[in-house]
C-alpha cells in the first residue's frame, strides 16, 4: 500500500482491495506509482514541481470525477485537482494524496450557429483556440497555449481578447461540476447562480469542473501584430509611450511588454501590441508604438490568431524551472518605470523575464461585486518571472524576484488569484477585495469540510 495522505489526519482504512474496486468503476485509468504512465501523469509545467501521488484517476468523464470524490471522501484522501497543470506552485499535484487528471476530459464542441463553445474540463486553450477557429470565432484565452481552460478560466482568465469581451469567466454561459458531495450538477445564472457568481474568479475551491460552455465572438481569423525591440539602456522613452499607448487604444488592441535576454546577454524590452478584427485602421493604430524611442528592430504584419496565441509558447516551455511572485499594478508614472528598468537590469540570469500583461477595457465594464473577480480596475498583471534548470542555484534568482516584487509594491492594486503560488495564502484578501466574506459563505455552503484546498484556498466562513 502506498502512504496516503488523509485531509483530516491521522492513519487511512485505506487497503489494496478499495483501491481494486475504484479502478473497476472507472471508465478511464487508475494509476498507482510503479504504473506506467504514472511519471508522466505527475509532472506539471513547472520542473521545481516533483510530487508523488498515491493514486492518479485519469477521468474519462464526468462520472469518473464524481466517483473519484466520492472515493476521497469515503477515506478521507487528500486530492488534487488537475486540468493544464500551469499553476505554479504545482498545486494540481498532491503528495501521497488522490490527484484527480481531468487531461483526457478535452473534447472542444462548437455550435457556430449558436456561437458557444462546450469545452471539457480538463482542456488545454490551444484546443479551445483551434476549434472556435475554424469558424472564425474565438472567446477570451491566455497567451500560452499549453496553459488549461480549467484553472485560468475559474481564476478569471485573461487574454487579448479581454479588452474588448472580458475575463474568460466573463463569457462563461454555465459550469458543468461535480460537488464536494460527488454530486453532478449545473451553475449558471438559472440555476445555483449564487454558485455560478463565485465560480467566476474564486478558482478551484467550489467543485471540479467537467464541463464549461462558453460565449464566442466573431473576430476572423487574422490579427495585426507589431513588436518594437528596445535595449534596456535606451529603453526610457518608449516605456513612457508604451505606457500612454496601451491605456488609450481602442479595445481592439491589446498590448505586451517583455523584458528579456538576448542570446549576446544584450538586455531587452519588446513591446507587442495585437489589433483584432476590425483591422481597417489597425495599421495607422499600432504604428505610433514602433515609431516611439530608438528600437533596435521593429515588426508589423497580420498573422493568424492562433498563431499569435502561439508566441509565447517557447519561452515557457515544460522541463524549466519557475518562481514569479505578481501586482495588479496601474499606469506606471516615471518613477515606476525607472524602478522597473533598474530591477531588469539587476537581473541574475538570462532567462529570467519580467512581463507587463495587460487588463483594462471590457474586464472593467463587469462591477467587482458582480462575479467572484474583484480586481477590475487594473492596467497590468506585473510578472518578474526566475527561470532555471537544474543545478542551476535558484536562491539569487528568488530573491531577485522577491527584490523585484518589493520595488513595485508602491504602484500595486491588488494581486491576480492565477498569479498566487506557495506561501501567498494571505494575499486571497487582495484577490478577491470585498467578495471574500461572500466566498467564505459560498465556500461553507458548497464545501463545508473545505475538501478542495489544494487551491488558492478560501477558507469556509464559520
Ligand atoms: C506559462 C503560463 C502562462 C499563463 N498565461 C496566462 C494568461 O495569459 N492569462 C491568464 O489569465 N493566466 C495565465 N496564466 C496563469 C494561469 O491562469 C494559472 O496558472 C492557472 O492556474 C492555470 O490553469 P491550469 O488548468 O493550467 O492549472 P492547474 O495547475 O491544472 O490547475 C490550477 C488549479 O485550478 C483548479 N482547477 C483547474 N482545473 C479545474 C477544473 N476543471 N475544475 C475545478 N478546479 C480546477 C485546481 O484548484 C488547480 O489546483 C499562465 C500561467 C502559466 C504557467
Not at 500583461?357 to 518571472?385: C, H, K, Y
Request: net charge negative; glycine share 10%; aromatic share 8%.
Amino acid at each position: 500500500m502506498p502512504a496516503i495522505t488523509r485531509y483530516t489526519g491521522g492513519k487511512t482504512d485505506l487497503t489494496t482491495v478499495h483501491i481494486k474496486k475504484l479502478g473497476a468503476r472507472l471508465a478511464g485509468e487508475l494509476l498507482l506509482p510503479d504504473d506506467s504512465g504514472y511519471d508522466q501523469a505527475r509532472t506539471v509545467w513547472n520542473a521545481a514541481v516533483d510530487k508523488r501521488p498515491a493514486l492518479i484517476v485519469r477521468c474519462a468523464n464526468a462520472v469518473d470525477v464524481a466517483e473519484a470524490v466520492r472515493f476521497a471522501r469515503k477515506h478521507e484522501i487528500l486530492i488534487s485537482v488537475r486540468c493544464g497543470g500551469h499553476n505554479i506552485a504545482g498545486k494540481a499535484v498532491v503528495e501521497n494524496g488522490l490527484m484527480i487528471d481531468l487531461t483526457p476530459i478535452c473534447d472542444v464542441h462548437v455550435d457556430p450557429a449558436k456561437k458557444t463553445a462546450a469545452v471539457g474540463g480538463g482542456a488545454a486553450l490551444g484546443a479551445l483556440d483551434r476549434a472556435t477557429q475554424k469558424y472564425g470565432l474565438a472567446t477570451t484565452a491566455g497567451v500560452v497555449t499549453h496553459t488549461g481552460v480549467g484553472g485560468l478560466t475559474l481564476g478569471g482568465g485573461v487574454g487579448r481578447l479581454a479588452r474588448k469581451f472580458g475575463l474568460a469567466c466573463d463569457n462563461l454561459i454555465s459550469v458543468d461540476l461535480v460537488t464536494a458531495e460527488g454530486e453532478q450538477i449545473t451553475a449558471s445564472s438559472d440555476s445555483h447562480p449564487d454558485l455560478f457568481w463565485a465560480l467566476r474568479g474564486g478558482g478551484g475551491n467550489f467543485g471540479i469542473a467537467t464541463s464549461f460552455k462558453f460565449r464566442l465572438h466573431d473576430i476572423g481569423t487574422e490579427v495585426l501584430f507589431a513588436v518594437a525591440t528596445h535595449r534596456l539602456d535606451g529603453a526610457k522613452d518608449a516605456l513612457n509611450h508604451f505606457m500612454e499607448f496601451a491605456t488609450s487604444a481602442p479595445r481592439e488592441v491589446t498590448s505586451q511588454a517583455a523584458f528579456a535576454k538576448m542570446a549576446d546577454g544584450t538586455a531587452i524590452v519588446n513591446l507587442g501590441a495585437v489589433h483584432i478584427a476590425p483591422l481597417d485602421e489597425a495599421e495607422a493604430t499600432l504604428t505610433p508604438l514602433l515609431n516611439s524611442g530608438s528600437p533596435i528592430a521593429t515588426r508589423m504584419e497580420k498573422r493568424p490568431y492562433v498563431d499569435v496565441q502561439a508566441d509565447a509558447d517557447q519561452r515557457f516551455p515544460y522541463d524549466q524551472r519557475y518562481y514569479w511572485k505578481t501586482h495588479l499594478i496601474n499606469k506606471l508614472p516615471q518613477a515606476g518605470i525607472d524602478t522597473l528598468i533598474a530591477c531588469y537590469d539587476a537581473v541574475p540570469n538570462h532567462r529570467s523575464m519580467i512581463i507587463l500583461q495587460q487588463f483594462g477595457g471590457a474586464v472593467r465594464d463587469v462591477g467587482s461585486a458582480d462575479t467572484a473577480f474583484a480586481n477590475r480596475d487594473a492596467e497590468f498583471d506585473f510578472i518578474p518571472a526566475a527561470v532555471w534548470h537544474e543545478g542551476e542555484d535558484s536562491a539569487p534568482l528568488v530573491s531577485w524576484v522577491r527584490d523585484t516584487w518589493e520595488s513595485m509594491k508602491p504602484h500595486s492594486c491588488g494581486v491576480y488569484m492565477n498569479g498566487l503560488g506557495d506561501g501567498d495564502d494571505e494575499r486571497l484578501s487582495d484577490a478577491v477585495g470585498a467578495n471574500e466574506v461572500r466566498l467564505r459563505e459560498l465556500k461553507a455552503l458548497y464545501d463545508p469540510t473545505n475538501f478542495f484546498r489544494l487551491n488558492t484556498n478560501i477558507i469556509p466562513a464559520e
